[in-house]
């Protein structure tokens, strides 16, 4: 096939590795990385400073006898060093957020734009409710890595290498002491990652694997109780949480083994430079100082700049969550954003809409995935404006597939949609769709009023546009007996409005954008007789004048249609008017009959 | 702060069987804290001793190094091995407080459902109470264990300085307070409102993804999209800025902490220089005060984060208990009667609504339908039918009147008898994230394979099933993922045949099903269905003629009744509803 779909695959070449992206992302926040940086060095310097001069206080009152009256201005020297260091802990912590903050506002922004311009069909593909954590969850699991994870990183090197820089000059051996452990740092970071890795993702999986439970029971708690099944089911909740419990701890009793390591570290090297400067003191041991004689002052300071040297570390690994985390989500991330946009999401053609619109689109073939069977196969048929079409076909023959080629939503494997001549791939799609009015299965309504919800088919419309066309679409008949009509808020997925209010609504959206085609997919399914006949009689009325595709499995409604296509398993099988389709043998006949 | 209490408390109370667990992590974790300050302290002493001693001979060949050198490495171990421990038993614990949770709000809420959670019905809201559990789950960890450990720092070290100056002792605990109890309660304070904020944008957001997602087509046609798209990037910024307010709370008390660390030592050792002066305190003890303090601040830097978050906590606690608290809609006998031998259901006199507020339903309702009859009651929708379903299996009981089965009022039944008399195929069956075999066994739990595959061949399921690579076992995706609707509504038939109770009811069983689905299933139900006394509340006209009596029902009254054929002749509106089809 020469036209091999080339979307379809994600190109495994193009989307970048995901710590790669994380770290190409830190353009967007350089700036305040480096003040979040700067920050914690320069706070990781005054604390050098800080056990000098606490050394320097000790030292003087005990070995030197002074006073506290001279030893005033290194009291005041240090309140001054604590204050600065407040304002800088302060400065990191704000800095590294403004950071995180910046990047995640860009990220979230191109997901939504990018959303867009994929359309309902591809942006759909594993299920909406996956992308809509990626877009508020994932991002926001973004912060940490940018806030803390990366400034830390840069901390975790720097900062023990000043204070090595300082200890050294003083006694080689304390100072190689540290030093010694140095080129374990990156080895024990790699360690404590993978410990800390380990920890969160596992510790996590087991949280997000109970909770899956538990809501499917939640879900399902009215099943459970029809089924006399709902008290027996609270052992299975405990079974499962142990369960869990038990293989998680097994995990973690590992993983947390990694931290256990670089304490371990910390500690003994205090307790190892305390045993060093003491017997050193004593006379016990004579190596290491350069020889000079060892102060008390010099001591207190290795002693005091010890547990600061794997501080950092520490830290490093309380933030490594964060790295595991924001790696997680942007693989999400990528996921979405490594999709390619459908072709008629980009054609910039404008289409003159002031001209009558024929749409012809000419052997049609479709699969929503290459490895699966096509939806569609040679499927051809034409639009001429005022013509009525009704499509009809069971659910599954692939109509609204159809539809959602002709909205531009996806675009044909082979052959071509052409508006007026116009390729369809070629035009901007905005302009093809202000020719549309359009009624989908489902409708949606959003989270706001009535009036809102019809307003929102045309910008700019007035309050007296919706409330005609509210009328128009019989919603005024229901609305007048709402406590404040068309200005009563819809809930939740239209809750509070019956399925065929929820119709209503949508015909007022497509009365009030008067369109000259109207394409209507199933504007009757899921209601019960009467309501469909009465929606059905305005649509009748509506469309006088306006080129109408019907697509629908009931086969009643369709008489005054002046054109009948009928779809089986994604491919055309027959069409013409009701009484030629009724005239003679076939699928059309045989259904209108075994109804009778 | 005190209502704060009030609505924590009963989940700390929940935690009772866990006190020994998590006392004995905060155990651990003080453990770990005190050895640190008996590392550091320890330390110093030792070096300043030494130093002084080694300034003579003499002293220094007499000083004993052996116990302190034994002893800081004695506190290296105890810091790391503690840490460790109290790690693995706080996980450990904070595991078993979540299954007790759940457990909790599972049983507490088992007896509400489904009448009390109709509300919160949509998987949304759903999900919010299970990250509202997840949030209490934290409780102990972040909050409760490090205050506890705060705490008994704060006694432990503040008794460890009076023995060596009382005044030194007093200025720690001083600091040692207003690090501990004043800061993390003001980062609360000033946490709890934007805290709220926090929650209200985030909602705001996710409501305007989803709806921006599912809604993409309509967004797109319409010409929406773009206001769609500015309309979150106001949300998303309104987000930052609230998190931007509690980064400024956070940075505050990470500086707050910085400061009231580095003061409380300066102030300890400006006391103790001053002791030293005059002879009250040993001239060695000045470092391990400065180091004891520096060290048991370890302990309290972590609170003040932990309280900022406090009021989400909150209300989280908040939602849940409203939840819970809810009175039951309906409540089931306790003691099983006798038997029921009859099968022939009765509606007398019943007058029914959904809220005090709300329209009438029924009113003065009156039903009987006999033993073993096969009854389609017909209408359209929002006519009261599915209401006859929610009361016959009392998911909701009547205003007034009552109905009988078998000459028994529906209320003297247990849950378990009422059960096992009506079986069911409901509107929305949930399939569960498992297996085939475990969700028809649920049913049926001592079902065994010969039953099951009787009840899927009943349901003309068993071929499907037989065809898949690993039949009964295969998964059910979430939700019943990757069954079509037909498949999923006839595994919930053969759900109801396993359980093979006298009375089937049946609310919309082929909605959404094209034609021919529709006409295997109703014929499966047939076929099965010979002895039983059989309900089918439709709006679907097909197969109508199979009934003893179709009932139509039109705006909570009966307006018709009689078999197919009489109606056809009797009723206009029955003919009409079958012409149109």
Known sequence: ?596 | MKKLLKDLTPFIRLFRPHYRRMGLGTFLGWLSVMASVGLLGLSGWFISAAAFAGLSLGTAYLFNFFYPSIGVRLFAFTRTLSRYAERIVTHDATFRMLATLRLWFYQKIEPLAPARLMQYRSADILNRIVLDIETLDNLYVRVLSPSMTAFLTIVGVVLFLALFDVWIAGTALLFLLISGIALPLAAAGSGADIGRHLTISTGKMRMLTIEGIQGLSELLVFGAWNQQIAALEKESSALIQYQGRMSRIRGLSLAGTTLLTGLAILTCLYIGVNQVGRGMLDGANLALVGFAVLASFEALSPLPAAYQYLGQTKKAAERLLDIVNAPPAVIFSEVSMSPVEHFHIHFDSVDFRYGSSAPWILERFDLHIGQGQHVAILGETGTGKSTLFNLLVRFWDPVRGSIQIGDHDLNTFTESDLRQTIGVVSQQTHLFHTTLRKNLLMARPEADETALRSALEKAQLLDWVEALPQGLDTWIGEAGKGLSGGQARRLSLSRMFLQNAPIWVLDEPTEGLDRITERKMMQALFHASQTHTLLVITHRTADLDRFDEIILMDKGRIVARGSHDALLKTSSEYAALIERG
Request: net charge positive; glycine share 8%; hydrophobic share 45%.
């Open chain 1, 1 to 596: 096939m020469s036209n091999d779909i080339p979307h379809k695959v994600f190109d495994p070449s193009a989307p970048p590795k995901p710590l790669k992206w994380l770290v190409g992302n830190m353009r967007h926040a350089r700036g305040w990385i480096l003040i979040s940086v700067s920050a914690g060095f320069a706070s990781g310097l005054l604390l050098i400073l800080q056990a000098a001069f606490l050394s320097r206080i000790i030292h003087g009152a005990f070995i030197d006898g002074l006073s506290r009256s001279v030893l005033n201005p290194l009291f005041l020297i240090l309140c001054g060093l604590v204050a600065l260091r407040a304002g800088l802990a302060w400065a990191r912590e704000v800095s590294g957020f403004h950071a995180g903050a910046g990047i995640r506002q860009e990220v979230r922004m191109a997901l939504i734009h990018h959303i867009g311009t994929l359309g309902p069909v591809r942006a759909d593909h594993p299920h909406s409710g996956a992308l809509s954590t990626t877009i508020v969850e994932q991002v926001e699991a973004l912060h940490a890595f940018y806030a803390y994870y990366l400034p830390q990183l840069a901390l975790a090197v720097s900062i023990p290498a000043a204070i090595v820089a300082f200890v050294f000059p003083i006694s080689w051996a304390a100072g190689g002491l540290l030093l010694m452990t140095a080129p374990l740092i990156p080895l024990l970071m790699v360690f404590i990652g993978m410990g800390a890795e380990n920890i969160s993702q596992k510790h996590f999986q087991a949280l997000s694997r109970m909770s899956a439970h538990f809501l499917d029971i939640l879900q399902g708690l009215p099943t459970l109780k029809l089924l006399d099944r709902s008290r027996a089911e609270g052992k299975s909740i405990a079974k499962v949480s142990d369960e869990y419990r038990r293989q998680t701890m097994k995990v973690l009793k590992v993983a947390f083994l990694s931290t256990a390591v670089l304490e371990l570290f910390s500690s003994l090297s205090i307790a190892l430079v305390a045993v060093y400067l003491g017997t050193t003191y004593l006379g016990y041991t004579q190596f290491g100082l350069f020889g000079q004689a060892l102060t008390l002052k010099q001591g207190l300071f290795i002693l005091l700049l010890a547990p600061d040297f794997y501080l950092p570390l520490r830290e490093l690994g309380t933030h490594y969550h964060a790295r595991a985390e924001a790696m997680g989500a942007t693989q999400e991330i990528l996921d979405i954003l490594s999709r390619h946009p459908s072709a008629t999401f980009t054609g910039a053609r404008q289409l003159d809409t002031s001209r009558p619109l024929a749409v012809d689109a000419s052997k049609i073939h479709f699969a929503y995935n290459i490895r699966k069977e096509p939806v569609l196969t040679d499927v051809s048929i034409k639009l001429v404006p005022g013509e009525h079409v009704a499509l009809v076909g069971e659910s599954g023959a692939g109509k609204t597939t159809l539809l959602n080629l002709l909205l531009g939503f996806a675009e044909p494997d082979q052959g071509e949609i052409r508006v007026n001549g116009n390729p369809l791939s070629e035009l901007a799609l905005e302009t093809w769709h202000r020719a549309l009015g359009w009624v989908g299965q489902n409708p949606m309504l959003f989270h706001d009023t009535i009036a809102g919800n019809i307003g929102m088919a045309l910008p700019g419309a007035t309050r007296s546009d919706i409330e005609q066309a509210a009328r128009s679409a019989h919603v005024l008949d229901f609305s007048r007996h709402l406590p404040r009509g068309l200005d009563t808020k819809v809930g939740e997925h239209g809750w509070g409005l019956s399925r065929g209010q929820v119709q209503r609504v949508a015909l007022a959206r497509v009365f009030l954008k008067d369109a000259p085609i109207l394409l209507l997919d199933e504007p009757t399914a899921g209601l019960d007789v009467d309501t469909a006949q009465s929606i059905m009689q305005t649509l009748t009325s509506f469309s006088k004048n306006r080129t109408v595709l019907l697509l629908t499995h009931r086969l009643d409604h369709i008489q005054t249609a002046h054109h009948i296509i009928v779809m089986t398993g994604g491919r055309l099988v027959d069409q013409g008017s009701y009484e030629e389709l009724m005239n003679r043998p076939g699928v059309f006949r045989e259904a209108v009959n075994s109804k009778r």
